[in-house]
């Protein structure tokens, strides 16, 4: 963990450009393992798997429900 943390700080990091824009998205679950779930975002905009402690959820988590995130785009810091 050290070393990786040493090896970031050699690398020149700057703070975005851009103003963060969130934009909501809606997708349908995939796939549900004991650690993760994976999602096919509407809209074909491809799709995206995040930990299950990541989910807010009043119910147990199944292939086939209809989830909402809001996210912002990914831009690179570093060379």
Do not use: C, W
């Not at 703070?15 to 549900?32: A, L």
């Not at 990541?54 to 429900?65: A, N, R, Y």
């Amino acid at each position: 963990m050290q070393m990786q943390n040493n090896e970031a700080t050699k690398r020149e990091l700057r703070k975005p450009k851009f103003i963060d824009k969130v934009n909501y998205y809606e997708g349908i679950i995939t796939e549900v393992h004991d650690g993760m779930i994976a999602l096919d975002l509407r809209g074909r905009l491809g799709s995206i798997r995040v930990p299950k402690r990541m989910v807010i959820s009043d119910f147990e988590l199944e292939v086939g429900q209809i989830v909402a995130l809001n996210m912002s785009f990914i831009e690179q810091i570093s060379n």
